[in-house]
Nanobody, 122 residues
């Protein structure tokens, strides 16, 4: 299984970026795909996730109204549109897949992708 993340970069405060995750190697029916953020010196935390079958979404409070997760099942891809970026959004963003729907901290992640770095300058 491969989860290939891309789209990171350097952006100014208030700017936007769109991250992409290309998923391959298995069917993700019954799974959710999510984006996790790891800032400098912090633990990875979920910022957004989407169920593969239903398209139900889940967001961290810190990104609600700013980030939008979407999927293109026919392309086996998941996207994270990030608007109104803040310096605290800086970090590595990882694409991940886990069975089931609603994610709670500590839940088992089945697959991790390599991250993509986002840097938001102030």
């Amino acid at each position: 299984v491969q989860l290939q993340a891309s789209g990171g970069g350097l952006v100014q405060t208030g700017g936007s970026l769109r991250l992409s995750c290309a998923a391959s190697g298995r069917t993700f029916s019954g799974f959710s795909l999510g984006w996790f953020h790891q800032g400098p010196g912090t633990e990875r935390e979920l910022v957004g996730a989407i169920t593969w079958n239903e398209g139900d979404t889940q967001y961290a409070d810190s990104v609600k109204g700013r980030f939008t997760i979407s999927s293109a099942n026919g392309e086996n891809a998941v996207y994270l549109q990030m608007n109104s970026l803040k310096p605290e959004d800086t970090g590595v963003y990882y694409c991940a897949a886990y069975p089931g729907s609603y994610y709670v901290d500590g839940d088992q992640i089945a697959y991790w992708g390599l991250g993509t770095l986002v840097t938001v300058s102030s």
